[in-house]
């Protein structure tokens, strides 16, 4: 018969780690044949139950003793379970029905099996012969009658669902596991101190049955779907328990049987031996006793008292000669090294360990035999199963009576355990010191009543105060608040103090060290009230760069209106029907209010509209500006002139709307009829009239000066048009970074936060229904967040706000590589300066257009980038290998064809005061370089 220390461990220590290894792993497998499981339960959960149920009935009938009576019913209550559990399966809703029928049956075969532990401490006496076989059909008819009903109950859905496929079981499930596992671990432990007492092998087995029965029933608990690995860890289990069980009762039935008595007197017989077997044992034990304290009181009082010190202790003690032989060597230091005294006394360490850790150990102990000192030091060495361990190790010289050095005594104690321990505490601290240190806002904890209990090092960088000094006055942080914001930050604490749940944001001015006052986002969590004290957890961040710059956009905004409101020439905005949606000033007889929603067509006159039509369409096909020159209703309806300038506002790459910049030139135009009439006049009177042609040429003089500062006058307005262009282009860029950063910051969080909730809400739910339901809004959440993710990348590309120009420029290389199969070279001689984010988009903006001109037309197999400086400028150059182009041929074709992509690239790296330089020759390949100064002044504030 095998050792119970060498089966019963081994055994619960594999399913254990089993069922904790795939708890851990949590792999996502169901495996349910439907043949299976009620195969498994019929051999292992019910003819092994039913087996035992007969042996209990024959012994009950024969010795009368209750406790076997409860262990037939228990075993009944199990068998009946298992053998009727596993056919359901298959079927709808099979895996909760399973469940439900074998886990009442287990609840109560666990009762029955704890009342026939608990009977015998009673002290009962044995039943009477004539009522055993009633008490027998009762016992187990009532067993079988609840039995059935469990199973009505589970089919007909008359009890709570105990599992639920996917999430493990409901709270119902639960509690009836665990009340079971109770049931069975208490009936196995007062088996095995039964079977400590008395030593009966049935008793052994029966414990450690019921021991995997309670470990199996764990696995159950832990799964989330009926058929998932840890499920069949937990079956196995039980499978094995039974299996336990059954040895017990086939061992204990095969000794009585070896009697060859009836089984009345076979039981008795067999508890007769096993009481002798005891006494005898007993009686062994109390004469080894005597011999050992003859012994130990012939030894004197202190060696006794040394003996005892070294036997009795956890740490390894022994003693060496000079020749570094063992001399004594305690029961500690035999476990060590797994080899006992009698195999290492007289022997040195060359015959424990390897020869270098030896070597080591040896030439110390001579090192401490010289000095004449103890030494307390840490040893590594490998012990007996290989492992290497760390002992504190403490060893001195041993002297004899004439004050020589006669050897050396150690005392090692294994704090391998201890070792490891600290070392993963260091380690975890150093890991939460990293996070709190990482994390960019301030986590800390604070109390209404007693002020600040915890705060990150952050919050260092943003007060400026060391961080104890806000442990010394736990006050300070509510101190530096604005006298404006104090009176609204306590009424979002009282708010979250009246509900006592939520979050709360809040954003406030602190001052800092240096009198400073800077601005806060605090987000509030999770408030704790208790009496008259509340506190949160928090987390703020400073956000006085974001106020600024928002200050910043709102004074540009108002600066770009007003320089719009007060131009001198009229300008508009219109759809693609010619619809006016917004003008700055009207001619006198017209109301701005009356006139936005109406169309252009309506103020135009004669051949003019069909000009403006064309020239309209042409700016929404070509995205590129019109200038035209038409007559329309000026001031109180008369008939002027005007020029007019048409620039699409493109937006992603889609033309939305056009703005207009109109200039009267009446007088101008009118001094031009005025000079085509006088020259007709002049030739037709040449003749007649040449004594006068001094005083004509003069006159003419004056009037060609004249439409020269006319002509002077449309270029200044021209440039001044083109520059608002530009700055209308940079101000979009500037909202676009605006609302790409309130989308992501406050949009796209928020929603995070919501699917969070959500997530734990649906944690939470029972109903499928409303678990589906759940879900679809989950998916829902997580499409918005993706879209505001996709819109936020497209109005403000993360890289180029974050990375900087140069990472953005090699980002665009590579998705251009993978998209179009062109292979670049990226080189970055020097990092560009820290642009503005406007002026590092229209950079950036730039250099993709002339890389997508280089992927469609060049035909070309490579190309080159290069970020650097020409002394004081940063300079992107790119060069490819292509057929190039003639610059005059694409010339020639945008005046005939309008297209204006090199003029508008140009005229935007013109106005931020750099240089666009195309160098090219057919067959040759193209040189593009782009040079900007460190402060481009096109984006400057108050730039017209």
């Known amino acids: 018969m095998l050792r119970l220390d060498t089966i019963t461990a081994p055994l619960l220590a594999c399913f254990v780690t089993l069922i904790a290894t795939l708890y851990w792993a949590d792999p996502q497998l169901v495996l349910e044949p439907t043949a299976l499981l009620p195969a498994l339960n019929s051999v292992f959960l019910a003819l092994i139950p039913f087996f035992i149920v007969f042996v209990c009935t024959r012994l009950f009938l024969a010795v009368g003793r209750v406790p076997l009576l409860m262990l037939g019913c228990g075993m009944l209550a199990l068998g009946a379970g298992g053998a009727v559990s596993g056919w359901f399966i298959g079927q709808a809703n099979g895996p909760n029905i399973t469940v439900t029928i074998y886990n009442s049956g287990a609840l109560l075969s ?123 860890a937990g079956r196995g289990a039980q499978y094995t328990g039974g299996i336990c069980i059954l040895i017990g009762v086939l061992s204990f039935w095969k000794s009585m049987m070896r009697t060859g008595q009836p089984i009345a007197e076979a039981f008795g017989e067999v508890s007769r031996r096993r009481i002798s077997e005891l006494e005898q044992m007993n009686a062994q034990l109390q004469r080894v006793i005597a011999e050992q304290q003859a012994t130990q009181n012939a030894l004197q009082e202190s060696r006794m008292l040394l003996a005892n010190i070294i036997s009795g202790t956890s740490d390894a003690i022994y003693a060496k000669d000079l020749r570094g032989r063992y001399t004594l060597f305690n029961a500690a230091a035999e476990r060590v090294v797994g080899k006992s005294a009698a195999e290492v006394l007289g022997k040195d360490d ?251 067509y309506d103020y135009l006159d004669g051949d003019s509209k069909e000009i403006y039509r064309a020239a309209l369409e042409k700016t929404f096909l070509y995205q590129t500006p019109q200038r035209i020159i038409v007559s329309g209703f000026g ?115 928020h929603l995070i936060l919501v699917k969070l909730k959500l997530q734990w809400l649906a944690n939470e739910l029972v109903s499928e229904k409303e678990i589906t339901v759940a879900e679809e809004i989950d998916k829902l959440l997580s499409q918005s967040i993706q879209d505001i993710r996709s819109l936020t990348f497209q109005l403000r590309p993360p890289i180029l706000a974050n990375a900087g120009l140069g990472a953005a420029v090699k980002w665009l290389a590579e998705e251009l590589r993978e998209n179009y199969g062109l292979n670049f070279e990226f080189v970055e001689e020097q990092a560009p300066p820290p642009f503005r984010y406007e002026v590092r988009s229209s950079i950036f903006q730039a250099v993709r257009e002339i890389l997508l001109n280089v992927v469609k037309h060049s035909h070309c197999s490579l190309a080159r980038i290069r970020l650097g400086n020409d002394g004081s400028r940063m300079v992107i150059e790119i060069v490819d290998n292509g057929t190039g182009f003639d610059p005059q041929e694409v010339a020639r074709k945008k005046s005939r064809l309008g297209g204006f992509g090199l003029f508008n690239l140009r005229s935007k790296i013109e106005y931020l005061g750099g240089e666009l330089l195309i160098e090219t020759e057919v067959g040759a390949g193209t040189r593009v370089v782009i040079a900007m100064p460190p402060e481009p002044v096109g984006a400057a504030e108050g730039h017209p």
Not at 187 to 199: G, H, S
């Open 350 to 600: 060359g015959f424990l360990f390897a020869p270098e850790e030896s070597a080591a150990v040896m030439n110390y102990d001579r090192k401490v035999i010289e000095s004449g000192v103890v030494n307390t030091y840490q040893e590594v060495v490998g012990d007996a199963s290989g492992r290497i361990v760390t002992f504190l190790s403490t060893k001195g010289p041993l002297f004899d009576v004439a004050g020589e050095p006669s050897g050396l005594f150690g005392i090692s104690r294994d704090i391998t355990e201890l070792k490891k321990a600290h070392d993963e505490l260091d380690r975890l601290m150093q890991e939460q010191s990293n996070l709190l240190e990482n994390v960019p806002a301030i986590i800390y904890n604070y109390s209404t009543k007693r002020g600040g209990l915890f705060y990150s090092p952050q919050v260092e960088k943003v007060f400026g105060y060391q961080l104890q000094q806000f442990y010394d006055d736990p006050m300070l942080w509510k101190n530096s608040i604005h006298p404006d914001d104090i009176g609204r930050v306590e009424e979002v604490i009282a708010d979250m103090r009246a509900k006592g749940q939520g979050e709360q944001h809040v954003e406030y001015r602190v001052r800092n060290r240096s009198g400073e006052w800077i601005w806060l986002h605090d987000a509030l969590i999770r408030p704790e009230v208790a009496l008259d004290d509340t506190i949160i957890f928090g987390m703020a961040q400073d956000i006085t760069e974001r106020k600024h710059l928002e200050l910043k956009l709102a004074e540009s905004e108002l600066k770009f209106r007003n320089l719009v409101m007060n131009a001198p020439f009229l300008v508009t905005n219109v759809d693609r029907a010619g619809t006016i949606e917004f003008i700055n000033r009207c001619s006198e007889g017209f109301d701005p209010t009356t006139v936005i929603g109406t169309s252009s």
């Open 110 to 232: 666990g009762t029955l099996l704890f009342a026939s532990a608990i009977i015998p401490l009673l002290g009962l006496r044995d039943t009477l012969p004539g009522s055993r076989l009633p008490l027998v059909v009762v016992g187990y008819l009532g067993v079988l009658l609840l039995s059935g009903g469990n199973v009505a109950a589970a089919v007909l859905g008359l009890v709570p669902p105990f599992i639920v496929q996917g999430t493990g079981p409901t709270p119902t499930g639960r509690g009836v596991l665990a009340v079971t596992i109770l049931f069975y671990a208490a009936t196995a432990l007062l088996c095995l101190k039964q079977y400590l007492n008395i030593r009966l092998g049935l008793l052994r087995w029966y414990a450690t049955g019921l021991a995997l029965f309670a470990t199996g029933l764990t696995g159950v608990l832990l799964q989330k779907s009926v058929g998932s690995p840890i499920g069949w």
């Open 635 to 749: 001031d109180r309806g008369a008939i002027r002139w005007f020029e007019t300038v048409l620039g699409p506002l493109v937006n992603g790459g889609r033309i939305e709307s056009a703005i207009q910049v109109t200039i009267d030139i009446t007088e101008r135009k009118l001094a031009e009829m005025a000079l085509e009439d006088a020259r007709d006049e002049l030739e037709r009177q040449v003749a007649a009239r040449t004594e006068s042609l001094t005083a004509a040429n003069t006159r003419l003089r004056a009037e060609v000066e004249e439409r020269m500062r006319a002509e002077d006058q449309i270029l200044e307005h021209q440039k001044k048009m083109e520059a608002l262009t530009q700055e209308l282009s940079l101000t979009e860029e500037r909202e676009r970074e605006r609302i790409a950063g309130e989308l992501h910051d406050q949009v796209g969080q």
